[in-house]
């Protein structure tokens, strides 16, 4: 008996955690922001911070948050997943970045691609089947989001070594072949996305709006999602959802529990009237109204009802003035045709002016009747809502009252067992650790850090990578922000408080420095352009070139320095002295020049100052 007894137990506690088992569910939330060989995306890191937080809410049991992963973090991410999968009844992947179409098949692309060229697609970026393969062991439901869909700038510089190879714009058409697996776009193949004004993407607020709506099954939450998008763009962008589901509803998360009141509400013994009254309005006969007034001749139905055979009442005389009116003109026509003399054709006519005022009156009395029936079946509308909404405020009221009921019996429980615990800790002398109201994101220090550095860059102060390594880089950079921020943070860690002020600051919040050469224009530096002879000084102004002097080359000196040596080296010239001679003339007496002597001139010769002598030198 003991054995069989506890088999017994062992059973109820295996059928106990069958459900809790059977709806494990496991998510992996990529945002790529920091890319770096194109300008940064605003929004993937925050959106995948916002999904996941709204997995975690849905109390799925393992939420893993990555942002800015290279091609081998994501490959390990996704892979380490998949095994996580296999233990799942339902899988999610989110990714949120840059992703590319190549000849048909979609690929995600990590932080680190360059993609100079079509080729390198292969080699540096994941095929989106690597993701659908990571879900593809969870039981019940595979789930792929992708808000990779926004325009592309890698396309736009990649270089193309086959010109009929296709890279389209935004991601391709894509039916998994997997049963219970869906793939949702931000945006219908081969459209791009917006990533919006806000903090958010529009598909991002719209898919927390939508998603975790308990009970709500997955093909109307994202056609919420879609018409929600629409309508935030501009009917610009349409997400599109790819993939089938059986018959059955699937939620996110599982629809709450109703539970039923201790006692019914009573019956509205008007129920039974009203109804049979809209029966009646359906025929729309005298037969009818007649029958229901048989039935209940007072009451308030009674009298819409005299109202409703009132106004068919006037409808069957305006029917029989229109039928006097046609018999009256017919007979005026007839006498006409037979030129019957003009006393019957006065009284035709008069009889056809007579029918004619008759319809007309009618048709004036069928108006009136129709508006006094409207106006009582409008009465009889307001009358119902009246009913119905004091029957819903009534349960509202009893509602409220059982759920405050409830709360204080659970609020005194709840106070009596602290109360308790509370005696039981101060009889033991134990000094209790007080829990903090808020406990921050279950995120790593490098998750932390890269968080914290890619909001740093996007105020300014952070020029560096967003690797996760709080390095004296980064720590400078903090810095810089309680410098011009007014804030007091420790530098050498990466806080989550730290990390909230950042978020605050809409725009730039450390100044701009810029190279020499370059000046601030906005948030991006420009190359400072000069006019023709002007150029850029140290300080970044522009300056006139000055004309520079001709300067002797080295080559030139040396030269010159070695002629001067060879003349200083060679032995002096034998020189001419002079010979004593004196060569005199109007200017006065000199010394005869070395090298010359004087000669006397051929006859009738007078050389300078009227002499006959010439000074002659070879």
């Not at 296709?166 to 931000?186: D, Q, V, Y």
């Not at 056609?223 to 790819?242: A, M």
């Not at 009582?376 to 405020?393: G, H, I, N, T």
């Not at 906005?522 to 000055?546: H, L, M, P, S, W």
Request: aromatic share 6%; net charge positive.
């Amino acid at each position: 008996m003991g054995a069989l007894r506890f088999l017994l137990i062992a059973f109820a506690v295996w059928l106990g955690c069958g459900p809790a088992m059977a709806e494990r569910r496991v998510a992996l939330v990529i945002g790529n922001s920091a890319y770096k060989s194109v300008p940064r995306l605003s929004n993937p890191a925050n959106d995948a911070t916002l999904i996941g937080g709204m997995f975690k809410r849905a109390g799925f049991d393992m939420v893993d948050i990555r942002l800015d992963l290279n091609a081998g973090e994501m490959r390990r991410a996704l892979r380490d997943f998949g095994g996580k999968a296999r233990e799942a009844e339902v899988a999610v992947v989110y990714y949120a970045g840059h992703g590319i179409e190549l000849d048909g098949t979609n690929y995600l692309i990590p932080t680190d691609a360059t993609l100079e060229t079509d080729s390198d697609v292969l080699d540096e970026t994941l095929p989106l089947d690597r993701a659908l393969f990571a879900v593809e062991p969870a039981k019940q439901l595979r789930l792929v989001i992708l808000d990779a869909c926004r325009d592309n700038p890698f396309a736009k510089t990649m270089k193309r070594t086959i010109a009929a190879r296709a890279i389209g714009r935004g991601l391709a058409k894509i039916e998994p072949t997997s049963p219970n697996t869906m793939i949702a776009f931000a945006a219908k193949a081969g459209s791009t996305a917006s990533d919006g004004d806000s903090k958010n993407s529009p598909f991002a607020a719209a898919l927390v709006e939508r998603l975790p709506t308990p009970g709500l099954d997955l093909r109307k939450a994202f056609g919420f999602v879609r018409d929600d998008v629409l309508k935030n763009t501009g009917y610009k962008q349409e997400p599109y959802v790819y993939g089938s589901l059986g018959g059955d509803d699937v939620p996110l998360v599982a629809a709450k529990p109703v539970v039923t009141a201790p006692q019914g509400p009573t019956a509205n013994p008007q129920d039974g009237i009203r109804r049979d009254y809209e029966l009646a309005l359906q025929t729309g006969n005298r037969d009818g109204w007649e029958a229901f007034l048989q039935a209940y001749p007072e009451g308030f139905y009674a009298g819409l009802a005299r109202a409703q055979l009132k106004n068919v009442a006037a409808e069957e005389a305006r029917a029989a003035a229109v039928a006097k009116a046609r018999q009256a003109e017919d007979e005026k026509a007839r006498l006409t045709a037979e030129r019957a003399n003009k006393a019957e054709q006065e009284k035709a006519a008069a009889a056809a002016k007579a029918a004619e005022n008759a319809r007309l009156a009618a048709e004036k009395a069928k108006q009136i009747e129709e508006a006094k029936a409207a106006a009582a079946e409008q009465r009889r509308k307001d009358a119902e809502a009246a009913v119905a909404k004091a029957l819903a405020d009534k349960r509202a009221a009893e509602k409220a009252l059982a759920d405050k009921i409830a709360n204080d019996k659970a609020a005194s429980e709840q106070a009596a067992k602290q109360a308790t615990e509370k005696a039981q800790r101060d009889g033991e002398q134990k000094v209790a650790a007080v829990a903090p109201s808020q406990t921050p994101p279950s995120l790593s220090p490098q998750e932390t850090a890269k968080l914290v550095q890619s909001e740093l860059r996007r105020v300014g102060c952070l020029t560096g990578t967003t690797d996760g390594d709080w390095n004296a880089t980064s720590q400078r950079s903090l810095t810089l922000f309680n410098k011009h921020a007014g804030t007091k943070f420790d530098t050498k860690l990466a806080s989550f408080d730290a990390l909230d002020a950042i978020k605050g600051k809409q725009g730039r919040v450390c100044p701009l420095v810029c190279d020499r050469g370059s000046r601030a224009d906005g948030d991006t530096c420009v190359k400072i352009t000069c006019r023709a002879g002007y150029r850029v000084n140290d300080d970044n102004e522009c300056e006139k070139v000055q004309d520079k002097k001709p300067v002797a080359t080295r080559d030139e000196t040396k030269a010159r320095d070695d002629g001067r040596k060879q003349i200083e080296s060679s032995p002096p010239k034998p020189q001419a002295t002079s010979s004593g001679q004196m060569f005199c003339s109007a200017a006065g007496c000199r010394p005869v020049r070395p090298g010359c002597r004087l000669e006397r001139g051929a006859p009738g010769f007078t050389g300078p100052g009227g002499t006959t002598q010439a000074e002659v030198c070879n």
